[in-house]
Every structure is written in C-alpha cells, then in structure tokens.
C-alpha cells in the first residue's frame, strides 16, 4: 500500500470515527495542544476529488502512463498507476463468458474490452482485457478502454470514445461528457489536436 493511500485512508477512518463537533476525543488530542490531531491528519492527506489507479503489465506501462496524464489533465481527477488499481490484462484470445471468442462489430476478433460493474453510482468491480497481438495499436485503445473504465458507458459519435477511433482522437466534449456522467470529475478540460 502507498503512502498516500495509508494517509487517505487514515483520513477517512479519522473522519468516520471523530466525536462530533466540538467534541474532542481524549485519545486524539495532543497533550501539547489539545484537539489539534485529528486537524492534523485531515491536512496532511487532503482526499483528491477523484482518483483512479490502472495496474498495468509491463508492456503497457508507457501508454498506459499517456493515457493517464490525458485523462488527468482532461477530469482533473488522479488518474495513475499503481499497484492494486483496475487491472489491465494482457491475454491471447478475449472470450465470452461461454468460453467462446469474443467477436467485434466488423466480425473480427475483440482487441480490447473493458468490463465494469456499478452499483448505486459506485464502480464496484473493473478490468481491460488486452489482446497480446493488437501491442503496435496500444497508443490508441488503452486510452479509449480507459475512459470506459473511468465511467464511460457506451460510445459517442466523435472524439476518443467514439466506437471505432482513429490512430489519435481527441478527448472532446461528448467522450468527456460521457466519463463524467459517472466520475466525479474536478475539470472539464478538452484536447484539441493542432
């Protein structure tokens, strides 16, 4: 575990957990300066806005690094990677959940996918599936598998979400639009290519 995860979560727990206001906790407070602990921790670890972690394999990690930046820079949120994130996952073949190949709408095989479960507006479960062979196209799928991932359900008719992007796509209005509907989004900052 990081040690800004550690913090921010010694944060939470110390908010969770606090009397109310007003109330001082004997246990909390510094002999020094009565009351002063719990403001001290909430200082130290302020709770970004958004914040999302990619776990990635090697062979992705400098295009996944991209496309974390871009999608920072876009939502204002922390997107990164580390340990423990949504999983991006290299395999051979994408399946169905009946063990047969995954097909796109061309009637070729899926190169990439993402899967996400939300419940009651929070992501609960998220993975990108890679295909092994589609490497020399990462540039452009992992950040468009990544803003699925971050809360863009379905596809947009422009921009990076849209269903069958170019080599390089925006991260317009509508792609953006679409991610934030879900994440909580600190920016609304759009790319434009030029």
Not at 39 to 49: G, M, N, S
């Amino acid at each position: 575990m990081s040690a800004r995860a550690l913090a921010v979560g010694m944060a939470a727990l110390a908010m969770c957990c606090a009397p109310g206001p007003g109330e001082i906790d004997a246990d909390m407070a510094s002999p020094e300066e009565p009351g002063t602990a719990l403001a001290a921790v909430e200082a130290d670890a302020p709770e970004p806005p958004c914040a999302v972690a990619f776990d990635v394999p090697p062979e992705l990690r400098a295009q996944t690094e991209r496309a974390a930046e871009r999608w920072s820079a876009a939502t204002g949120c922390d997107v990164r990677i580390d340990e423990g994130g949504i999983p991006i996952v290299v395999l051979d073949e994408i399946l169905e959940a009946d063990g047969s190949l995954a097909i796109d709408s061309t009637g070729g095989p899926v190169r990439a996918r993402t899967k996400t479960v939300w419940i009651d507006g929070e992501l609960t479960t998220a993975r990108i599936e890679y295909r092994r062979d589609a490497a020399h196209d990462a540039g452009r799928i992992i950040p468009h598998e990544m803003g699925h991932a971050l809360g863009g359900y379905g596809h947009t008719d422009t921009g990076l979400l849209r269903a069958t992007p170019a080599n390089w796509e925006p991260i317009d209005a509508a792609s953006l639009s679409l991610v934030c509907e879900r994440l909580a989004c600190a920016e609304f900052s759009t790319e434009f290519d030029g």
